[in-house]
């Protein structure tokens, strides 16, 4: 393999991951941020969230940090671009940190780069920076798409074996770029497995990829409402269902529906993306709903239970995060909930083993490190993430606390078991 030089535009999950995996493969490996603070401790060796295997590969010497805007680029051979895309706010994409990671790129170079897009962008997003760019420079740039597939919590993993990669150029006869990355990848994947497609075809293979993970959570979900209404049990529908090779048994867990930086905002992009163009992805649609519709469900249990039982409205979250083994609160079902049962006039108490990145609107909320701690004096318990650590709890140890109930919102503990103790309710169980 022969090592590259590699800038890495954007040092969140996707682009820290990225530029770490690869100069631990030898690749010299920059990463920028616009943030200062970020750029500070991350040359220190300190990675501004959890994820799980990274603190060893960032301590790389390959690895450097600087500043946007402090060095030229042109030493970098191609540079990706992994800055966040996130909602406006009506569903659409936001591009405006891809511009702006864009300009810099334009302005710190005075030589040809390939430029990656790392960042989950709408369909047609490559050809319009590359026009983008000829606007603005005679340099010839080429703009690629590059999607990630990472999983927060598992993202070291999933960087070093993926089962596919998935790259899109603008010209699939172009034989250099074909040999650059499969240069970068073959480290990583099989080459037959390095996908060489359209810009347009690899970005919308991230949307469809998502939406149909979100879509299988969701279908799920509507199942295990109808197994409340029928009598079954959704854990023995699930796993029927997913013992067929074609259905799979990954992805069909019911419970609280999908949270995190993803899910939420890719649907709705795709969903807009489809708008645009007078389209209508009927499916996709009834994904979202779903999605919205599950968690007040569950939250309407919690409310019938404490009306029949005339208990006081003191609860615990257990869970804050948007899944395990990550810090990260984006779109969390705990959040939402948190927030739900508030509004309601519950004293609402939480725990969380992380040191969460809460959003600025909860940047005050109190959450306790130590789990007794935040159950002792409450009345029920709602667990929001499916963690290990929530799998052993014993109801015993519950009853002792004076918890008199779990709600169990991803399914997770054994009914049957915790149901001789205290009461326990739980998402499609009957
Ligand atoms: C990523 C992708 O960017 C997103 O498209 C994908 O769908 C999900 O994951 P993430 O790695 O979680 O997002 O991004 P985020 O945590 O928002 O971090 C982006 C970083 O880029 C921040 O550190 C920010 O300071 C930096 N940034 C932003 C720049 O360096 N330059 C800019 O112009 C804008
Ligand atoms: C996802 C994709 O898996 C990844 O490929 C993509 O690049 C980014 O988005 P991530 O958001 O980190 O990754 O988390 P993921 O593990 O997919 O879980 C997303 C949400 O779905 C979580 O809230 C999780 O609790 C929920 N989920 C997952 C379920 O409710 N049921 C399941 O069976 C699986």
């Known amino acids: ?41 991350l040359s220190q060796g ?59 790129v334009i302005k710190k170079s005075e030589k040809k780069k390939i430029i990656i897009i790392r960042s989950t962008v709408p369909a047609g997003t490559c050809t319009k920076l590359q026009e983008y760019i000829a606007s603005k420079t005679e340099i010839q740039h080429v703009v690629c798409s590059n999607p990630e597939f990472t999983k927060e919590g598992d993202a ?38 390095i996908l060489f497609m359209s810009t347009e075809s690899s970005e919308l293979t991230k949307y469809a990829s998502n939406a149909f993970l979100a879509t299988k959570i969701s279908f799920i979900n ?50 807009n993306q489809a708008n645009v163009v007078n389209e209508s992805l009927y499916v996709l649609d009834g994904t979202i709903i779903s999605n919205r519709i599950q968690i007040d469900y569950f939250f309407q249990k919690i409310l019938n239970y404490f009306e029949s039982k005339k208990l006081k409205k003191i ?10 083994e990550t810090d990260d609160t984006r779109e969390s079902r705990g959040l939402i909930l948190y927030q739900l049962l508030l509004d309601r006039g519950f004293q609402v108490k ?18 306790s490190k130590n789990m007794e701690n935040a159950l002792s004096g409450s009345n029920a318990v709602v667990i929001t993430v499916e963690d290990n650590e929530f799998k052993k709890l014993d109801s015993s140890f519950l009853k002792k606390l004076g918890i008199k109930v779990v709600f169990d919102g991803r399914n997770i503990l054994n009914g049957d078991h915790i149901n001789k103790e205290i009461d326990y309710i739980s998402i499609g169980k009957g």
């Open 222 to 271: 509507d199942i295990a409402r109808l197994c409340d209404k029928l009598n079954a049990n959704i854990e023995e529908v699930s796993l029927g269902m997913g013992k067929d090779s074609r259905i799979g048994s990954s992805f069909l867990n019911s419970g609280l529906g999908y949270g995190g930086s993803c899910f939420p905002k890719d649907t709705l992009s795709l969903q």
């Open 46 to 104: 300190i990675i501004p969230f959890y994820e799980p295997g990274l603190e060893e590969k960032v301590k790389t010497s390959n690895l450097n940090f600087s500043l946007v805007n402090e060095d030229l680029l042109d030493g970098f051979e191609a540079i990706f671009i992994s800055v966040g895309t996130p909602d406006d706010g009506s569903g659409k994409t936001d591009l405006s940190q891809v511009k702006s990671a864009l300009d810099f």
């Open 156 to 193: 070291i993993n999933d960087f070093e074996k993926p089962e596919r990669v998935v790259v899109g150029v603008p010209d699939i006869s172009d034989s250099s770029l074909i040999d650059f990355f499969t240069s970068i990848y073959e480290d990583f994947i099989h080459k037959d497995n």
């Open 350 to 367: 939480c725990y969380d083993k992380m040191h969460l990145n809460l959003p600025e609107n909860l940047s005050s909320l109190n959450y």
């Open 1 to 41: 393999m022969a090592n590259k030089t590699i800038a890495v535009i954007g040092t969140g999950y996707v682009g820290l991951v990225a530029g770490a995996c690869l100069a631990f493969k030898g690749h010299k490996v920059t990463c920028f941020d616009i943030n200062e603070k970020r750029i500070k401790d």
């Open 315 to 324: 609860i615990t979250i257990l869970g804050l995060s948007f899944k395990p």
